[in-house]
């Protein structure tokens, strides 16, 4: 059975850093390209990073660019999603998604919460 458990999330002070976990069980971790998205209270969820299969290449949205790392472990089945110079904005439930030819997984998320 598919399993994806996140921790991590909580709250941070602007400027602070937070790094999530996502880890994975019940599919070969390693077939399957990673993201973390997000969703605001009253937005639509969005793409916040993605990272391939092995690591090599890695996207990120325009906003997060040079402040957001996402990495993944192919050995502990996880992916992270560090989080440098939050801001205010940043605020919202953070998802990590599983995505391969043999399936399209989400976690339940997780509340991170950026203010003073």
């Known amino acids: 059975q598919e399993q994806f458990v996140e921790s991590g999330g909580g709250l941070v002070q602007p400027g602070g850093s937070l790094r999530l976990s996502c880890a994975a069980s019940?599919?070969?971790?390693?077939?399957?390209?990673m993201s973390w998205y997000r969703q605001a209270p009253g937005k639509e969820r969005e793409l916040v990073a993605g990272?391939?299969?092995?690591?090599?290449?890695?996207n990120y949205a325009s906003s997060v660019k040079g402040r957001f790392t996402i990495s993944r472990d192919n050995t502990k089945n996880t992916v992270y999603l560090q989080m440098n110079s939050p801001k205010p904005e940043d605020t919202a439930v953070y998802y990590c998604?599983?995505?391969?030819?043999?399936?399209?997984?989400w976690g339940q998320g997780i509340q991170v919460t950026v203010s003073t």
């Open positions: 019940g599919i070969t971790f390693s077939s399957y390209v």
């Open positions: 998604r599983a995505l391969g030819s043999r399936g399209d997984w």
């Open positions: 990272i391939s299969t092995t690591g090599d290449n890695t």
